[in-house]
Structure formats: structure tokens, C-alpha cells
């Protein structure tokens, strides 16, 4: 079966760096883009930005622009989020999601991962 895996999350500071990973299994990883959503108790999930099949077109919230990378290696099955210059704002759980349409709906994101926490201290 399909399966996401996060990893990376943990506590630092405000102005301090993360890099997620999403580890990717049971599905053929190139054909599909791949998001990272972030939720937080009480609010609805939050879209950071997405990656097309080939790493060739991004794109991010705009609360994150500027300041948070997505990449992948299609070789080992693996989506990056490099998170810079983090602020308390950014604590959540952040996910990572498959979809099969880079330009289709947030509807669209049918695998999802667990998700790794993120904590970012003031």
C-alpha cells in the first residue's frame, strides 16, 4: 500500500533552520506532485507549497515564500521541505500529500503522510 513518511520535525528556535523529509513507498513517486500542508489545533490545514512530478515548477503560500524550499530526488523516492528563518507562527504539524494533477484542486491530494511536528520558540 501506499505510504508517506515525514520526518525531520522538532523544536528550535525563531530564526532557525529545519529540513522535512517525506519518504515515499507503494506508489510510482515521479508521476505524481507532491504538497506539504501544515495544521495546527483548531484551524483548518494550511497548503505551504507543492512540487511538480520533475522538481520543475514550485510553488508556495505566501505566508512562506521567500523563506521555505521544496525539492525532491525521484532516485530515492523523497520530497524535501528546507525551512529557513522560522518564526513561532510556523509551529505545526506539517504533511506531506501526493497528487496526481500539479494543477488540480487541493481535492486532488488523495495519500497523505502522518506528519512530523514542528515547534518554534520565541
Known amino acids: 500500500q501506499v505510504q508517506l513518511v515525514e520526518s525531520g520535525g522538532g523544536s528550535v528556535q525563531a530564526g532557525g533552520s529545519l529540513r522535512l523529509s517525506c519518504a515515499a513507498s507503494g506508489l510510482t513517486f515521479s508521476s505524481y506532485a507532491m504538497g506539504w500542508f501544515r495544521q495546527t489545533p483548531g484551524k483548518e490545514r494550511e497548503f505551504v507549497g507543492k512540487?511538480?512530478?520533475?522538481?520543475?515548477?514550485?510553488l508556495y503560500a505566501d505566508s512562506v515564500k521567500g523563506r521555505f524550499t521544496i525539492s525532491r530526488d525521484n532516485a530515492k523516492n523523497t520530497v524535501y521541505l528546507q525551512m529557513n528563518s522560522l518564526k513561532p507562527e510556523d509551529t505545526a504539524v506539517y504533511l506531506c500529500?501526493?497528487?496526481?494533477?500539479?494543477?488540480?484542486?487541493?481535492?486532488?491530494?488523495?495519500?497523505w503522510g502522518q506528519g512530523t511536528q514542528v515547534t518554534v520558540s520565541s
Open positions: 512540487i511538480n512530478w520533475s522538481g520543475s515548477r514550485t
Open positions: 500529500a501526493a497528487n496526481a494533477d500539479y494543477s488540480g484542486s487541493h481535492q486532488g491530494y488523495y495519500y
